[in-house]
């Protein structure tokens, strides 16, 4: 059964680990990488990547990506949602720990924020949610 729009946002605020697929080059499947994603119910959705990254070349020659999480337990449901970026900025600080503390214990961030600190420098892709799909297919 297809989820509601109010039920689609809301599964999507959630921190699941989201897969992220945007177009290749001609001969290629599209790219597909597990990501980290941020999202208010009624605005835009964002990821973060490096600037220079495999990821980064395809976003910007695409303008557009999707993006789908799902979960098995309590029900087997998934929602994926794909539109245009609507801006690409540089990380801030504030942006950087809003992600890590998102995913992960309060007393694991400062140290993942320290690590992060040697990958370099990372962008926000802020996307606008444009076309939904989802399935709440009950347990099982």
Same mark, same amino acid.
């Given at each position: 059964? $297809?989820?509601? #729009? ?5 599964? *999507?605020?959630?921190?699941? !680990?989201? $897969? ?10 599209? #790219?597909?990488?597990? !990501? ?6 009624? %605005?835009?959705?964002? &990821? ?29 449901? /998934? &929602?994926?949602?794909? %539109?245009? !970026?609507?801006? &690409? ?21 400062? %140290? /993942?924020?320290?690590?992060?600190? =040697? !990958? ?12 939904? *799909? =989802?399935?709440?297919? %009950? $347990?099982?």
């Amino acid at each position: 059964m $297809a989820l509601t #729009l109010e039920e689609r946002q809301s599964f *999507l605020a959630q921190p699941h !680990i989201g $897969a992220l697929a945007v177009n290749n080059r001609p001969g290629r499947a599209p #790219l597909t990488v597990p !990501i980290w994603y941020q999202y208010s119910p009624g %605005g835009e959705l964002w &990821v973060l990547t490096g600037p220079e990254s495999q990821k980064m070349r395809l976003l910007k020659e695409s303008g557009r990506f999707s993006l789908m999480v799902e979960v098995l337990e309590p029900t087997v449901r /998934y &929602v994926t949602v794909e %539109g245009p !970026i609507t801006r &690409v900025t540089p990380m801030t600080d504030a942006q950087h720990h809003e992600m890590a503390a998102r995913y992960l214990p309060a007393d694991k961030v400062d %140290g /993942y924020l320290k690590y992060a600190e =040697s !990958i370099g420098p990372q962008s926000a892709v802020f996307m606008s949610p444009e076309h939904w *799909l =989802s399935a709440d297919m %009950g $347990a099982f």
